[in-house]
């Protein structure tokens, strides 16, 4: 059972220590308790379940953030085979919080690649914390480009706090690296599955997340901000962290929604840190999956496609503008349509 | 108020608003200096002792920028949403309208075709005082536009960038115009036309890791504050001594992202020679070359 324990998840622990305690008593005693036994798993499960399918915005950001939670590398070690780590930007360093190499997905050849966390103190100053350098960025485009010139399909799985705000990140232009993988990740004549396995951290995450398909873990959230960075700025105390997590409808069923991921993947009852296997089973049937509906599209189809989804995120209100009156006659009649009218644009993206 | 009913002996000078539009006076943040507005202003908002640059609104960067009468704005009519009913300790609608009615004018950026010198350009311009010129679906959304109407009036495209970064009050939707304006920028460079950006005081995160960041040519006015995070969110992250003129145009340049630092003065001549010499005579052969990384 996991050693580690959310303070929402608190009720199971209680019935987890009553279930020890009535085995003990079992052994020591001789006497058959089983039923009594059973019906306290039963208990157990009902009782995470009953937790697990109510868990609010801010509860998901902490699951997304189990120390136990399956990461990158657990997942290419049970979803692909032959998986051969590249290493490198070829122009600084090689950046352990991002991980990428080529392996094959159910006989599929893939591109892989995914911010990495520690799962302790060593590993975690390894690759940082899943905050990756701008070296990490470039590197993934080197691989991306890699890919793209021999036609394989590329996923990359996203779990980061957000891209590292150091001096050496602003000194090595960590805000260019996210930018020109935005722009280039668009001219990859290749499918893109993006998914989301734990934390969404704004632009960090989005640095390798433009692509045809973006899947979300069910427990996973995505923002533009860490709710602490939210309640930082607007209350002035990380204390409404939890506020800030409604406000910013961070979680992939608000995102799934607004159309701005395609796919919500479900997690095991308890969240993937209960059963890391049957996670990876689930994202591996949906990257497939998404990845066979995307190979036939020819790259100009699928680039263009890949264009109009991201063109269409927004939401915003539309009112006609009278004729301007300059001095001067305008050059052309004025190019706004009249009939636009109050049109709140919030377009699903095409596919 | 009977408190301070003993202070009524000195005699209060009240100016009213509409006499001190922005305040006569203002002080100098880099010297101190107390400088006359009507000076500075003729002076391009540039402090004439220590060259300080204020930060400018989009109608007199506009001015400064495009021949008289020669800015066609586009896309005036986008107006924000609350996307996510966002409320903090405001309303995000309440903070629209408060700045919209301090600023005269509904988002934080204009945009629109402008001739500078003989160079028609599609210009885009943000002003820092409307909501930190964060970046929301309208701006996005305006940005994307100029890009692909110049894109299809085959124009190079300048963008005068200010910013906070993202506008949280719309959550991911303001995450997701870093990837649209990014595809914007990737489609007008496949056209062959040069993109050029002026990073001004401050430029930072979203904004600064999306389209800001992308320039053909990046040229950044003196003194600006340029990067991803800010420097208290990297002081408090790291426990780090931040360098000397750290995150500063001048540092930039030094550290090579930068093609140069350009002072107020000799902007627009700046603008117009690089885009003499960019602009290319024969646009569907430079549309053909492979496109640079």
């Given at each position: 059972?996991?050693?580690?324990?959310?303070?929402?998840?608190?009720?199971?622990?209680?019935?987890?220590?009553?279930?020890?305690?009535?085995?003990?008593?079992?052994?020591?005693?001789?006497?058959?308790?089983?039923?009594?036994?059973?019906?306290?798993?039963?208990?157990?499960?009902?009782?995470?379940?009953?937790?697990?399918?109510?868990?609010?915005?801010?509860?998901?950001?902490?699951?997304?953030?189990?120390?136990?939670?399956?990461?990158?590398?657990?997942?290419?070690?049970?979803?692909?085979?032959?998986?051969?780590?590249?290493?490198?930007?070829?122009?600084?360093?090689?950046?352990?919080?991002?991980?990428?190499?080529?392996?094959?997905?159910?006989?599929?050849?893939?591109?892989?690649?995914?911010?990495?966390?520690?799962?302790?103190?060593?590993?975690?100053?390894?690759?940082?914390?899943?905050?990756?350098?701008?070296?990490?960025?470039?590197?993934?485009?080197?691989l991306m480009r890699l890919a793209a010139r021999f036609g394989?399909?590329?996923?990359?799985?996203?779990?980061?706090?957000?891209?590292?705000?150091?001096?050496?990140?602003?000194?090595?232009?960590?805000?260019?690296?996210?930018?020109?993988?935005?722009?280039?990740?668009?001219?990859?004549?290749?499918?893109?599955?993006?998914?989301?396995?734990?934390?969404?951290?704004?632009?960090?995450?989005?640095?390798?997340?433009?692509?045809?398909?973006?899947?979300?873990?069910?427990?996973?959230?995505?923002?533009?901000?860490?709710?602490?960075?939210?309640?930082?700025?607007?209350?002035?105390?990380?204390?409404?962290?939890?506020?800030?997590?409604?406000?910013?409808?961070?979680?992939?069923?608000?995102?799934?929604?607004?159309?701005?991921?395609?796919?919500?993947?479900?997690?095991?009852?308890?969240?993937?840190?209960?059963?890391?296997?049957?996670?990876?089973?689930?994202?591996?049937?949906?990257?497939?999956?998404?990845?066979?509906?995307?190979?036939?599209?020819?790259?100009?189809?699928?680039?263009?496609?890949?264009?109009?989804?991201?063109?269409?995120?927004?939401?915003?209100?539309?009112?006609?503008?009278?004729?301007?009156?300059?001095?001067?006659?305008?050059?052309?009649?004025?190019?706004?349509?009249?009939?636009?009218?109050?049109?709140?644009?919030?377009?699903?993206?095409?596919? | 108020?009977?408190?301070?009913?003993?202070?009524?002996?000195?005699?209060?000078?009240?100016?009213?608003?509409?006499?001190?539009?922005?305040?006569?006076?203002?002080?100098?943040?880099?010297?101190?200096?107390?400088?006359?507005?009507?000076?500075?202003?003729?002076?391009?908002?540039?402090?004439?002792?220590?060259?300080?640059?204020?930060?400018?609104?989009?109608?007199?960067?506009?001015?400064?920028?495009?021949?008289?009468?020669?800015?066609?704005?586009?896309?005036?009519?986008?107006?924000?949403?609350?996307?996510?009913?966002?409320?903090?300790?405001?309303?995000?609608?309440?903070?629209?309208?408060?700045?919209a009615r301090r600023c005269g004018y509904p988002d934080a950026?204009?945009?629109?075709?402008?001739?500078?010198?003989?160079?028609?350009?599609?210009?885009?311009?943000?002003?820092?005082?409307?909501?930190?010129?964060?970046?929301?679906?309208?701006?996005?959304?305006?940005?994307?536009?100029?890009?692909?109407?110049?894109?299809?009036?085959?124009?190079?495209?300048?963008?005068?960038?200010?910013?906070?970064?993202?506008?949280?009050?719309?959550?991911?939707?303001?995450?997701?115009?870093?990837?649209?304006?990014?595809?914007?920028?990737?489609?007008?460079?496949?056209?062959?036309?040069?993109?050029?950006?002026?990073?001004?005081?401050?430029?930072?995160?979203?904004?600064?890791?999306?389209?800001?960041?992308?320039?053909?040519?990046?040229?950044?006015?003196?003194?600006?504050?340029?990067?991803?995070?800010?420097?208290?969110?990297?002081?408090?992250?790291?426990?780090?001594?931040?360098?000397?003129?750290?995150?500063?145009?001048?540092?930039?340049?030094?550290?090579?992202?930068?093609?140069?630092?350009?002072?107020?003065?000799?902007?627009?001549?700046?603008?117009?020679?690089?885009?003499?010499?960019?602009?290319?005579?024969?646009?569907?052969?430079?549309?053909?070359?492979?496109?640079?990384?």
């Amino acid at each position: 059972m996991p050693a580690y324990t959310l303070p929402f998840e608190k009720p199971i622990l209680e019935l987890q220590a009553k279930l020890g305690e009535l085995r003990r008593f079992s052994e020591s005693q001789e006497i058959d308790v089983g039923e009594e036994i059973r019906r306290m798993e039963e208990k157990i499960a009902e009782t995470r379940r009953r937790i697990y399918s109510t868990l609010t915005p801010w509860q998901k950001v902490q699951v997304s953030r189990h120390p136990l939670r399956p990461y990158t590398r657990d997942y290419i070690a049970r979803m692909t085979e032959g998986f051969i780590e590249l290493h490198g930007d070829r122009r600084y360093a090689d950046d352990p919080a991002i991980v990428g190499g080529v392996a094959r997905i159910d006989g599929r050849r893939v591109m892989l690649l995914g911010t990495q966390k520690g799962r302790d103190t060593k590993s975690n100053l390894r690759c940082n914390f899943g905050c990756a350098f701008p070296e990490g960025y470039r590197k993934a485009l080197r691989l991306m480009r890699l890919a793209a010139r021999f036609g394989t399909p590329i996923v990359t799985l996203i779990d980061t706090p957000g891209a590292f705000p150091g001096i050496e990140s602003e000194e090595r232009h960590i805000a260019e690296a996210i930018a020109v993988n935005l722009r280039e990740m668009f001219r990859l004549p290749v499918p893109i599955v993006v998914c989301v396995i734990g934390e969404g951290g704004s632009g960090g995450a989005l640095g390798i997340g433009v692509g045809d398909r973006i899947l979300i873990l069910e427990h996973a959230y995505y923002s533009v901000i860490s709710p602490e960075g939210c309640a930082a700025i607007l209350w002035k105390d990380r204390a409404f962290s939890d506020r800030a997590a409604n406000a910013l409808k961070l979680t992939a069923g608000d995102l799934l929604e607004a159309g701005l991921v395609d796919e919500v993947i479900p997690e095991p009852e308890g969240g993937a840190h209960t059963d890391p296997e049957a996670t990876a089973a689930r994202l591996r049937e949906a990257i497939v999956r998404n990845l066979d509906a995307l190979s036939s599209r020819p790259a100009d189809a699928l680039m263009a496609a890949r264009y109009d989804k991201f063109r269409a995120m927004g939401v915003f209100g539309e009112t006609p503008v009278p004729p301007p009156a300059p001095p001067e006659a305008p050059a052309e009649p004025p190019d706004t349509p009249a009939d636009t009218g109050k049109d709140a644009r919030q377009d699903k993206p095409a596919e | 108020m009977t408190l301070f009913g003993k202070r009524s002996q000195y005699s209060t000078v009240r100016v009213r608003k509409r006499d001190m539009p922005d305040g006569l006076w203002v002080k100098c943040p880099g010297c101190s200096d107390i400088l006359y507005r009507q000076e500075l202003d003729e002076a391009l908002g540039v402090c004439r002792k220590c060259g300080h640059h204020f930060p400018l609104g989009r109608a007199e960067r506009i001015a400064q920028l495009a021949e008289a009468g020669a800015f066609e704005e586009w896309d005036a009519g986008l107006r924000s949403m609350d996307p996510l009913g966002f409320t903090g300790t405001a309303s995000y609608t309440s903070k629209l309208e408060s700045h919209a009615r301090r600023c005269g004018y509904p988002d934080a950026i204009a945009c629109g075709r402008a001739r500078i010198g003989p160079h028609a350009v599609g210009l885009g311009v943000m002003d820092f005082r409307f909501l930190g010129a964060s970046m929301g679906s309208v701006v996005g959304e305006k940005v994307a536009r100029l890009i692909e109407r110049s894109t299809a009036e085959r124009m190079p495209v300048v963008m005068c960038c200010a910013s906070g970064g993202a506008r949280m009050y719309e959550g991911m939707f303001s995450l997701m115009q870093m990837a649209k304006t990014s595809g914007a920028v990737a489609r007008h460079g496949d056209a062959g036309l040069p993109y050029l950006t002026v990073l001004t005081d401050p430029t930072t995160a979203g904004v600064m890791a999306s389209f800001a960041s992308l320039g053909d040519v990046i040229l950044a006015e003196p003194g600006a504050l340029i990067g991803f995070a800010g420097p208290r969110v990297i002081r408090e992250t790291t426990q780090q001594e931040l360098p000397q003129g750290f995150q500063r145009s001048e540092f930039l340049l030094e550290h090579g992202l930068i093609d140069c630092v350009v002072p107020r003065s000799r902007l627009k001549a700046t603008l117009v020679e690089l885009l003499t010499c960019l602009v290319p005579d024969n646009p569907a052969r430079a549309g053909a070359a492979p496109a640079a990384g």
